[in-house]
Structure formats: structure tokens, C-alpha cells
T-cell receptor
Framework: GENVEQHPSTLSVQEGDSAVIKCTYSDSASNYFPWYKQELGKGPQLIIDIRSNVGEKKDQRIAVTLNKTAKHFSLHITETQPEDSAVYFCAARNTGRRALTFGSGTRLQVQP | EAQVTQNPRYLITVTGKKLTVTCSQNMNHEYMSWYRQDPGLGLRQIYYSMNVEVTDKGDVPEGYKVSRKEKRNFPLILESPSPNQTSLYFC?????????????FGPGTRLTVL
């Protein structure tokens, strides 16, 4: 089955700096890669996703890149703000399996 | 408001005492799923349902049961809970189970089995 590894497990940055979280996946058939943000006491919420036919996608301060050959994808947050502090999860899915496989999560702390 | 609701939000129980965690969505979604979240392991899928009366095992189904008698409800049943089922549980739903459909998560249920 699919295996998703996520790094780092914790990340501390200064407000205004950029943050990068990286994930690798094992199943070359995976074709959908969402990123979720989980705030304290809440369920995960989708913030951005990318499909395997696209190499990069951007939404304001958030961008995701995908390298299918190397089987890794990354989340980039620019101009970080204290409200970006949360746990971020990457995930991967292939159509056949229909289940999301999640990474282990990254706790991002943005220092004011 | 479109949402996924779970009850209870917190539960402390003892080994062997049957319990049910309810999940309901008001978005008319076909696909529903249960995950458990444990430190360092991310979220792992327990069971999922593609539609009414259709359920299937996820990655960690042992010790759990589900049912899907109505489209909006997807209860998680622990017939004989054990301490290793102490975890944070999330229900999720999406319009279909295919690729590219956002999954909407409930607020979570923190379960402690003594």
C-alpha cells in the first residue's frame, strides 16, 4: 500500500519568513495530493491540493509543488503570520484505492 | 451551515463496554469515512462508505464496526473497546470517493479507554 513520509515533524519560523514542508510517497499510481491544516481542537481542513498532471499550484501565500519522478511534493508558505501556526498534514491518494494516506504531520509555529 | 458533526466530543470509558460514536453530515455527501489520529502516525482510515448500505475496511479496521443505513449518518461502533483504541477520532465526508474531492472533517472525538 501507499506510504507517505513527512518532514520535518516540527518547524519554528519568525513571522514574515517562509516555511517549507516536504512529503514523499511510495505508490507511483497516486494522483491526488491534498494538504490539510489542523488547528487546536478542530478537524483538519483542506488548504490546497494538486493533481498529478500539474507541477505547481499557488493560492495567495500558499503553494504546492509536485515532482512525480522523485515522488515528492512540498508545501510552501510565504510571509508567514502567527495565524499560520497549526499542524499541517500532507496526503496522497490513487483512484483505485479511494483512500487518503496521510503523513505524520508537521507542527508549524510562527513566532511573532 | 454545511458541516460534519460528531458526538460525543469527549468520552472516557472502560475496557469492554460497548460504545457508539455518531457522525452526521448535512451536505448530501455520498462518501463518508472514519479516521483515527495518533501522535506521530497522522490519520489512519478505519472504515469508509461509498454510499448507503455500502461499507468497506480501511487501513486499521480491527475492533471497529460501522453501518450506513441513511445517507447522512455513519456511526462508529466499538463492541468491546480496549486501551489501544484510545485515540482521537475524526469522521469525514465528501461528494464522491474519487480523486480530487475535498473531504470535510468533523471536530473530532477524543476517546479514552481505561
Amino acid at each position: 500500500g501507499e506510504n507517505v513520509e513527512q518532514h520535518p515533524s516540527t518547524l519554528s519560523v519568525q513571522e514574515g519568513d517562509s516555511a517549507v514542508i516536504k512529503c514523499t510517497y511510495s505508490d507511483s499510481a497516486s494522483n491526488y495530493f491534498p494538504w490539510y491544516k489542523q488547528e487546536l481542537g478542530k478537524g483538519p481542513q483542506l488548504i490546497i491540493d494538486i493533481r498529478s498532471n500539474v507541477g505547481e499550484k499557488k493560492d495567495q501565500r500558499i503553494a504546492v509543488t509536485l515532482n512525480k519522478t522523485a515522488k515528492h511534493f512540498s508545501l510552501h508558505i510565504t510571509e508567514t503570520q502567527p495565524e499560520d501556526s497549526a499542524v499541517y498534514f500532507c496526503a496522497a491518494r490513487n483512484t483505485g484505492r479511494r483512500a487518503l494516506t496521510f503523513g505524520s504531520g508537521t507542527r508549524l509555529q510562527v513566532q511573532p | 451551515e454545511a458541516q460534519v458533526t460528531q458526538n460525543p466530543r469527549y468520552l472516557i470509558t472502560v475496557t469492554g463496554k460497548k460504545l457508539t460514536v455518531t457522525c452526521s453530515q448535512n451536505m448530501n455527501h455520498e462518501y463518508m469515512s472514519w479516521y483515527r489520529q495518533d501522535p506521530g502516525l497522522g490519520l489512519r482510515q478505519i472504515y469508509y462508505s461509498m454510499n448507503v448500505e455500502v461499507t468497506d475496511k480501511g487501513d486499521v479496521p480491527e475492533g471497529y464496526k460501522v453501518s450506513r443505513k441513511e445517507k447522512r449518518n455513519f456511526p462508529l461502533i466499538l463492541e468491546s473497546p480496549s486501551p489501544n483504541q484510545t485515540s482521537l477520532y475524526f469522521c469525514a465526508s465528501s461528494p464522491t470517493g474519487g480523486r480530487g474531492n475535498e473531504q470535510f472533517f468533523g471536530p473530532g472525538t477524543r476517546l479514552t479507554v481505561l
